[in-house]
């Protein structure tokens, strides 16, 4: 427990220590600031046009903040995610291995799960910090708005699994390669895989599509979105972030056979 | 304190180690000769535990290393070649770190830390983040990280590379201090440093070891006949007669590097077992000619080791 902490307490150093988790959380919240801005200014315009206008205000039907601004707002994020959280991870094996440094590393005493979970946590931490710092974009809407709160919290509850999720495909990648470019191609590649192989599913027969549709990342974050928390998308991320956790432990230890 | 026997380790196809067999007793500096590629660091990882022989036994401390890897962790120190740390962490947090992790209690890592760094001088660098360091305080954090939780068996791998004389000579210094309660395995294709620091040479080439023992046994026993070097003022063909004629000399040899203008070179080798120290310098003084140097010729570790391995 106390080498987990330690760990996780190291990996959380170099992250501020070095420029990276201070160009990753300002290029995110720069990016969904953007689209926030760009989805609540719209709303009010159109807002304030139905207002004056009877005739649009029919045509754009059902207008309110969840459906036109929160939900995008959790859209746009995770999709925002899938391209910053490889920079976040791609360090956390493929650097040591380059470095040298996983020799000492590893000929200290502890096991290998214990490095794995303090790298794992430590890299969510800092996603923590990024997925709070947009907290003020809801702020915003409850100051100027009637938005519903539960919509917001099940899509940050959402934004956590998909945010894991990736950190653990991620710290996958990593562990393959010392090349960090190789790593965070890896699993920008494989992420963007994952996002978007349900959209073969219609043209794939009924079984094979359900499939398809099932283990995509998308199909799983849609009902946080609506405010529907589901178990099984919560049982979907559980076991894709053990199903890419454990793959690593595997590698990890395939040292010990590899020649 | 450390037995190693049969050990082998494949890379793929290349056969890296070919049964590796040494023991070091307790308080022991051990020194780990070979060239490059004769699979000192291998054997180090083995013992480290950062992987696993192919096949053979090695104990570290009374803990096997493929049994009991963590207990034979919190025994060691290790340096890894080119001593790799992260750059991007201060001295004193890295060594927290390294204490924390080894094991060191709670509440004394901050008195371990402090002691280590005093040890290694390494108190004014404390705060700097060790990627601006110069390499010789690498070395020394290197060296830090591996005695803070004040281990009974250290191995250091190439502990003195790259480092400028001044540098080596402090790493050295520190080495031997160190020395007494710890066991201490170090490796090296340096010879001297091994004379310098160490008590007993395993050495090591092609995954094979080819000779345990002392610096100075190893000396005397490839040595096998004493020889001096002798310089003098003469004429040449009389001078090697003169040698030649004394009691006990099996050769003498002339080193031509000051060409035929009097003064010359010779190497004498005596009989095995004969003592011909006394002998040489009556001779050139009663013939009158000037005698400008005589010295023992010893083989140096050097010389062994080129014998050793060529002869293979």
Not at chain 1, 115 to 135: N, P
Not at chain 2, 94 to 114: C, H, M, P, W
Not at chain 2, 173 to 183: D, E, F, M, S, Y
Request: charged content about 20%; aromatic content about 10%.
């Amino acid at each position: 427990m106390r080498n987990f902490y330690l760990i996780f307490k190291k990996e959380l150093k170099s992250y501020f220590a070095s420029p990276i988790a201070y160009v990753v959380i300002t290029m995110f919240l720069i990016l969904t600031g953007y689209f926030f801005y760009n989805s609540f200014a719209l709303f009010s315009t159109i807002s304030f046009q139905a207002t004056v206008n009877p005739m649009l205000a029919k045509q754009v039907g059902l207008l309110n903040l969840t459906e036109s601004v929160v939900r995008p707002l959790f859209g746009n994020i995770s999709v925002i995610l899938l391209l910053m959280v490889p920079l976040l991870t791609m360090r956390l094996f493929s650097e040591e291995k380059k470095s040298g440094t996983i020799e000492l590393l590893l000929t200290y005493p502890v096991t290998d799960m214990q490095v794995l979970l303090g790298k794992f946590l430590s890299c969510m931490a800092v996603f923590a910090i990024m997925i709070v710092l947009t907290a003020l974009y809801p702020v915003l809407l409850i100051v100027f708005g009637q938005p519903e709160t539960g919509p917001i919290l099940t899509g940050y509850i959402g934004l956590f699994f998909v945010g894991a999720s990736f950190v653990s495909l991620g710290i996958f990648a990593s562990s393959l390669t010392e090349n960090q470019i190789i790593a965070a191609t890896v699993a920008f590649g494989l992420l963007l895989l994952f996002w978007m192989i349900s959209f073969s599913a219609s043209l794939a027969g009924q079984t094979f599509g359900d499939i398809l549709s099932y283990i995509s990342i998308t199909t799983h974050f849609e009902g946080f979105a609506k405010g529907v928390v589901d178990t099984e998308d919560i049982v979907y991320y559980l076991l894709f972030i053990t199903l890419f956790l454990f793959l690593t432990l595997r590698i990890l230890e395939s040292k010990k056979w590899r020649g | 304190m450390i037995e190693v026997e049969g050990l082998t380790k494949y890379y793929g196809n290349y056969h890296a180690l070919k049964g590796v067999t040494f023991s070091v007793a307790k308080g022991e500096i051990l020194g780990f000769l070979g060239p490059n590629g004769a699979g000192k660091t291998t054997t180090m990882r083995i013992l480290t535990c950062f992987f696993p022989a192919t096949s053979g036994k090695a104990r570290v401390a009374g803990f096997d290393v493929f049994e009991e890897p963590l207990e034979v962790r919190k025994r060691i120190g290790y340096v890894p070649e080119n001593v790799p740390l992260y750059k991007d962490i201060t001295v004193e947090d890295y060594l927290e770190f390294a204490a924390g992790i080894k094991g060191v209690g709670r509440r004394d890592v901050k008195n371990a830390v402090t002691k280590v760094m005093d040890e290694c001088v390494l108190t004014d660098v404390a705060y700097k983040f060790i990627g601006e360091l110069s390499k010789g305080y690498r070395q020394r954090v290197g060296l830090a990280q591996a005695l803070v939780n004040d281990p009974e068996v250290l191995i250091l791998d190439e502990p003195t590379i790259g480092l400028d004389p001044r540098q080596i000579i402090e790493i050295r210094k520190l080495i031997r201090n160190l020395a007494g309660r710890r066991t201490i395995i170090l490796s090296t294709h340096i010879l001297p440093e091994v004379s310098m620091t160490c008590q007993r040479v395993v050495i090591i080439n092609e995954g094979k070891v080819i000779a345990v023992d002392t610096p100075q046994n190893l000396t005397a026993k490839v040595q096998g006949a004493s020889r001096f070097l002798v310089k003098i003022d003469g004429p040449s063909q009389d001078v090697m007669k003169e040698l030649r004629a004394i009691n006990g000399v099996e050769r003498v040899t002339r080193r031509d590097e000051y060409g035929n203008n009097g003064v010359g070179e010779y190497v004498v080798e005596a009989i095995k077992d004969r003592d011909i120290k006394r002998n040489i310098a009556p001779v050139i003084v009663n013939k009158g000619w000037a005698l400008l140097e005589l010295r023992p010729q010893e083989m140096s570790l050097e010389d062994i080791f080129v014998k050793l391995v060529t002869k293979e």
